[in-house]
């Protein structure tokens, strides 16, 4: 078990030691309980109650132990990861900010920055005044952070789901570029006399190679994750990289957009906001011995082609899946 | 680990008096506490190490021809290897610096380190026309014309005057005003053969192909060359405050070009071994002043160094001379041995603010160039040769320039006497505003201007000069005569310091208030500076070009390859105003002319259900004063009408009275006479579709038109009606169709099939297909009439159109692409009337499909072996080459003309490796 969990550690030690305290509390936790996820689903535009919901792997029914709705306590983690254009990121915090006041009282803001690895802002809230001074003062500046920090801001997430009967949600609201990462993604040209390099004729392979590790990670993560890009850009590399976001975020069952346009940005806030409101958080019980990647089937009662929408596959943590 | 669990406990037990959403928030505390990631966490130190926080990769690419297809072009010549050995290795590593006990950077200092290695062998290919073994000995007897008929080889020693000859009637066949007699059986006799010639032929290659027609196409060069290059790109990046930041990027190169030799001998005209080294740095300070308010300023400095070379030595003298023989391969080379250095220094100031609805930016920008060059071009002279001296005078398809050389009769002679480099130095200024207005909901305006300055170029010891268009030259009193920099009250420079101010403006809008559409539209003008070349263009009289004209290039030689160029009749430097005279002289313009840009589009996108975007747009952009060749520009260029005293323009003394500067063969412009205009509009379609099921894609279709009056390989025929000289650009492929996909195979753990999590995993999990295509349809056909006959004025000639011939094909291809028979010589002394490029006729059309298959293999969740195989042209498509343009006389048409000789292209693979961690 040590050394599996040492195997598993992704990122600083000092992610190894929360991701470690986190899993203790998790067995400490789940004592005497059977195994669950939680998967994010939507109903579209009608009312589900908890008990009209019907899970199953592979044909065979695993009980719903709970399920939380639009209407029940919601904890956002928004994580801004803002480096560039000042005109954007203005009208996208002011966007942002609109959307935040608008949120029921029973939802909570916590606000992250992912430039230059991940910091806390602000502890999340119901108090939207200080959601939004910490949305208005955060600088402009540094590094873009998403692909460093998503991981670890999601597995906040996690911990909260498993601790807290609340839904969470994890957005970020980015401009980033692919040129603008710390990390070398864009394997730039080193030796420009040689002119018969054919190996940057595919550059888009190292943003591809980083978006499937982190793909692997997040897919057994049960955080939803929401990406609002604030400038679509149409360069080889930058399509590759808004794609892999786009991947991201349904692999945790949630959603991107990307703005081409002003007028998008807040169209596209509001838009999120919106979905991440409207989602129901269901815990299904898994069977004692499951295979590690799982395709749970989730229906409303009434029968099938209700408009639900939900997250359809997930993969159990290396510790999840031992544990199991 | 005991006290974590017990820290853990601890914190949970009073969680159970909590709400959920308190217990929610105080796990947030938690979690964010631990990552210390709070402003209150404890101060990490990063004792974790250096191991677990820096990323990066180990790579390898190989390629070798036992992998490759063998070339379509080397497979039609009978061969079935292209030398290919290629290795390009290196390493990637990024993280937090950490100096052990001493410092750890975390988040606020961070590195990253890329070393790149090159090492390979790999072949050119080139199809020429050498003299045949036979013409070598001056025996013409199986040598034709591009008909196919015999081709006729005078004894310019017999020339003499015809008594019979008319003056009032044009020189023909049947009026000459020179006589002169074929060499007796077609053999030019052993004695009359030029020693120099004779011993340079000894350095000439033998033919080894027959690829016609005739004895055309009959030299096939498949040579290797050696490269190799090492270089490295290092980053530091230091957060200072949280509201500062300092970036220092250092790069270098190394690089070495050993050129194919298309001779094995030293007279190979293959161009040299070429060194190259890179370095650049820069420092980047941004500071946050508030969030509405960022300041980023940037100090650059980049340097690159370029040597050639000739084999053995390093001394310009060493070289072999230049021979041009067209249409043969030459012998020798330009620039065999030079250098030059480039230097920028460049400051830059960015200040953003958001005010209100405005996000206004301002940039400032100072930048120094320098360049260094030492740039001999024929250090051991340079000897063109011509058909006029040996053939029947005022007869085209009589004569040749190779049978000249024999005869050791050059028509033109120079060489470059370059006793010391040039230091070229010019700045430029740069300020720039832009306000970017969310004017309402659904309409955002982006607008603004920069402000630029050049100052022109000036020589660090002012050993500049130039051609004053003013000044009159003391030999014959006409206007045009040499200034020097600095000297007799002129000037450190030759051109004004200029101001431009250039507009921008853009609009994006919703239409109906639809996100979910943009109409975008943008308008922009700009200038361009006249850049420092690396030439040492501009430095007559402290550098020398020797010249030797002929004074009747039909009549008698410049000089003979015997006796070699006459020594320089003076030292330099020579300013003299009459320095230049006799020689193709620099001109630099010092006009008020810069080249201008202006370009305007119009776009709609539009999101469509299934994540698919689909662009639709056109776009326009056009310039002027653009800068152009000598090909393009000649300020002392007869004007056509003189084409009526026909023959008499053969004589050197009559034909430069003509010219607006007698005193002048012409002037070298070089690159940097503000002269040409061109017009391109296009309109386009995208289609993109966003990762979904693993699947990307976007495609690409563009449909555009380019004019210009300047472009092409030949040139322009009339330089003072440019408007006849408007005509479709080369190299301008009207449809463009580009897609490229990227496939992850939907395999593996949380993927739809094979969703195993054991060993099986790693056959099944990491696959991908990425791929682009181009497809191109063929650029527009530059048609050049065989022979020039017009004296001297006209460098470029069009050829005629034949009235009523449909110049397509039914079914173009190889045997006949278009039809000659649409297109005609020029008579003697006149233009032709088609324009430079033919307004329909396309060359064949290109295609490339390349593809790439990746595996990734997972070894633990950080560390991922990727292996793959990417396959260039990897249908292996040959695209043809481009038919034979030239269009010859009624009498001899070239029997080639229309027809297409082969292809080339082949597909290339390449395997790589890569660890990345």
Partial sequence: MKDRSRKDAKTPRDVKKAVGVYLVGLCLAGIGSAASVKIPAWAGDQTVAAKDFRASLDGAPLRVLSVRGPKDDLMLLVALDLTGDLALVEPAKEALIAEVEKLPARSYAGLLRAQDGLAVVSDPTADRAATSEGIRSLPVSGKAGLLDTVEGAARIGDAILAKAAVRVALLYVTDSDIHNYREDFTNPVINSSDSHDLSRRFPEGLVQDKITKLEGRLAGMQTPLFIVHLAYRGDRLNEAYQNGLKRLSETTGGSSAFCRSMADIPASIHTVLETIQAHYSVSVELPKKTRRALQIHLSLAGGEGNGLHYRPRLTLSEQAFRKE | ?????????????????????????????????????????????????????????????????????????????????????????????????????????????????????????????????????????????????????????????????????????????????????????????????????????????????????????????????????????????????????????????????????????????????????????????????????????????????????????SEPGAAFPVYQLSPYLSMGRAWPVSKSAHHSYAWTNALSHKRGKHGLRFVAQYVRSQVNAYWPQYPSGSYRFSSGLTSLPGIINTGHPFSSFLLGMAEYAESSIVPRPSYFRRSSRHIGFRDHYDARKGVSLSYGFSLDNGTPRVEKYDRQSTVDLQAINPVNGRKGALVAAARNGQGRTFQPSLWRLSPHASLAWNPMGSAKSVVRASYGRSYSAIPVYSAQWGTQGFIGYPTVLS???????????????????????????????????????????????????????????????????????????????????????????????????????????????????????????????????????????????????????????????????????????????????????????????????????????????????????????????????????????????????????????????????????????????????????????????????????????????????????????????????????????????????????????????????????????????
């Fill in chain 2, 551 to 917: 004074p009747n290039v039909q009549l008698a030689p410049a000089v003979l390859l015997a006796r070699g160029m006459p020594a320089p009749a003076r030292t330099l430097p020579d300013l003299r105003p009459e320095a230049a005279n006799d020689t193709v002289a620099d001109l630099i313009d010092s006009s008020e002319r810069l080249p201008t840009y202006q370009s305007a589009s119009l776009t709609l996108e539009r999101e469509l259900p299934g994540s698919l975007l689909v662009s639709i747009g056109a776009a326009y952009s056009g310039g002027k004063n653009l800068l152009v060749s000598n090909s393009a520009a000649n300020p002392n260029a007869i004007p056509l009408d003189a084409l009526q005293f026909r023959d008499k323009l053969n004589d050197e003394e009559f034909n430069r009275s003509l010219r607006p500067y007698p005193q002048y063969k012409g002037f070298d412009v070089y690159s940097s006479y503000p002269f040409g205009r061109y017009q391109r509009d296009a309109a386009f379609l995208r289609v993109e579709k966003r990762a979904s099921k693993g699947l990307s894609f976007s495609a690409y279709y563009e449909f555009g038109k380019q004019w210009d009056d300047y472009s092409g390989p030949y040139g322009k025929q009339d330089y003072y009606r440019r408007e006849l000289e408007w005509a479709l650009t080369p190299g301008q492929d009207p449809h463009r169709l580009q897609f490229s996909y990227v496939y992850e195979l939907p395999l593996g753990v949380n993927k739809p099939f094979l969703a195993v999590s054991d060993w099986r995993r790693y056959l099944v999990e990491g696959w991908s297909v990425s791929g682009t295509a181009i497809l191109q349809s063929g650029n527009p056909i530059y048609l050049r009439p065989q022979f020039n006959n017009t004296g001297g004025v006209v460098q470029a000639l069009n050829v005629n159109v034949v009235p009523g011939v449909d110049p397509a094909v039914g079914d173009p291809g190889p045997s006949l692409w278009f039809n000659p028979a649409a297109f005609d010589q020029p008579p003697d002394f006149t233009v032709g009337n088609a324009s430079r490029s033919h307004p329909s006729l396309r060359n064949p059309g290109n295609q490339n499909w390349d593809m790439t298959l990746n595996k990734r293999i997972a070894l633990a969740p950080d560390r991922t072996l990727e292996l793959s195989a990417a396959g260039f042209n990897f249908i292996n498509h040959a695209d043809w080459t481009d038919p034979d343009n030239l269009i010859g006389p009624r009498s001899a048409p070239n029997v080639n003309a229309g027809k297409i000789i082969g292809s080339r292209g082949g597909r290339v693979i390449q395997l790589g490796l890569r660890f990345s961690f």
């Fill in chain 2, 1 to 313: 680990m005991a006290a974590s669990l017990a820290a853990a406990w601890a914190q949970q037990r009073p969680a159970a008096r909590m709400s959920e959403m308190e217990r929610a928030v105080e796990e947030f505390k938690i979690q964010t506490r631990n990552l210390g990631i709070r402003p209150d966490s404890p101060r990490r130190n990063g004792n974790g190490g250096p191991a677990g926080t820096w990323h990066g990769r180990v790579f390898e690419y190989f390629r070798n021809d036992f992998l490759d297809a063998v070339p379509h072009e080397i497979r039609q010549r009978g061969g079935d290897k292209s030398l290919l050995r290629r290795n390009q290795f290196g390493f990637n590593v990024a993280g937090p610096v950490v100096i052990p006990r001493l410092f750890h950077g975390g988040r606020n200092t961070y590195f990253s380190l890329s070393y790149e290695g090159v090492r390979e062998r790999i072949s050119r290919t080139y199809l020429r026309t050498i003299p045949t073994q036979l013409e070598r000995t001056g025996d013409y007897s199986e040598i034709v014309d591009s008909a196919g008929q015999p081709l006729a080889i005078f004894d310019p020693a017999s020339t003499r005057v015809n008594p019979a000859f008319d003056p009032t009637q044009p020189v023909s066949i049947d009026n000459l005003q020179y006589v002169r007699s074929e060499f007796p059986g077609r053999q030019i006799p052993k004695s009359r053969l030029d020693p120099v010639a004779q011993a340079a032929l000894a350095l000439y290659p033998q033919p080894n192909a027959a690829v016609g027609p005739f004895f055309r196409n009959n030299y096939f060069i498949n040579s290797p060359e050696t490269n190799r290059a090492n270089g490295m790109i290092g980053k530091l990046d230091h957060t200072l405050a949280e509201r500062q930041r300092l970036t220092l990027e250092l790069a270098f190169s190394d690089g070495f070009l050993g050129s194919a030799h298309w001779f094995p001998t030293r007279a190979n005209p293959g161009p040299s071994d070429r060194d190259f080294e890179t370095r650049r740095g820069s420092l980047e300070h941004v500071l946050t002043a508030s969030p509405q308010t960022v300041n980023t300023a940037t100090f650059g400095v980049s340097s690159s160094l370029s040597r050639n070379a000739i084999e053995g030595s």
